[in-house]
């Protein structure tokens, strides 16, 4: 049987675990928070006290903490990964950190014995629970044939975008940029239409089968228009850290970014007003400037 380990136990690594287990692996974690294991523990996950324990119980690692910092601890500590792990194992860092990050992790694990996968994912939590997520995967392609099984595990699509660390950084920050500009639009529209008078249903039915459509637009809107603004999976920090670190590749490569800005201020205003929302939640802080409220069946 492989032997599988997943750092970080949240809406994402949770998913990850479970595909993980349905396809046959052993599958060894570790999370901060007690309920997380618990959960984890119930879906047939062997639960660990520590990430050394999880190094020495794993041919691979999946990291899917929130930020780089955490990454470098739980990979480079002295109770991390690379210190525990058998060499010829991988550390998949599936998280979504900033490229340079990514870079000085992989320097700083040269020579260590233990192959490092660059590979952030998108799909978001719908993605993650089915196992069809999307990932940009950056390693020698040695690496990447040697460790497909687990990858392919979790994953519909794998593109490998290059060979280093901190190319599928690069990549995920491209499209962070992307996603989040479709996000921004689609709460504007969806203010426009509440203070407008036509029903959400209306507009979810017009938009979803129109060249607009696609899955980031439908499924926010579906979220909107339910006023499901918390609990879904998507809690605006992560969306509003992508972003951060799409400006900052942009700030550090002289590239103007004047539709991500845009949306990176409205994630700033939802997650100020609204901390404990997701990503939909932005649309209730443009509502409450309209005084409308955009409704399945009909705006009020």
Sequence with gaps: MKKAGIIGIGDMGSGIALNLIRNGFQVTGRDLKPDRMDAFEAMGGRAAQSTAEV????QAVFVMVMKGAEARDVILGPDGLVA????????ILSATIRPDEAR???????????HLIDTPVSGGFPGAQSGTLTMMAAAPDDVLDRFAPFMQAVSASIHRVGTGPGDGQ???ACLQSLIGAQFS????????????????????DVFST????????????EKIIDRQFEGTGSH?????????????LGEEL???????????????????KYPDGDNWVCTRVIEEIVGAELHRKAAT
Excluded: W, Y
Excluded at 55 to 58: D, I
Excluded at 104 to 114: R, T, V
Excluded at 185 to 204: D, H, N, R, S, Y
């Design 210 to 221: 129109s060249s607009a459509g696609c899955g980031v637009v439908n499924n926010a809107l």
């Design 170 to 172: 690069t990549v995920k």
């Design 185 to 204: 639009a689609t709460f504007e529209a969806a203010a426009l239409a509440a203070k407008a008078g036509v029903p959400g249903q209306v507009i979810l």
């Design 104 to 114: 000085a992790i992989g320097q700083d694990m040269s020579g260590s014995g233990i």
């Design 236 to 248: 605006i920090n992560t969306m509003h850290k992508d972003l951060t670190i799409s400006m900052g």
């Design 254 to 272: 002289g590239v103007p970014l004047h539709t991500a800005a845009a949306a990176m201020q409205i994630f700033h205003a939802g997650r100020t």
């Design 55 to 58: 190094g020495r119980n794993a």
């Design 84 to 91: 525990s792990m058998e060499p010829g194992g991988a550390i």
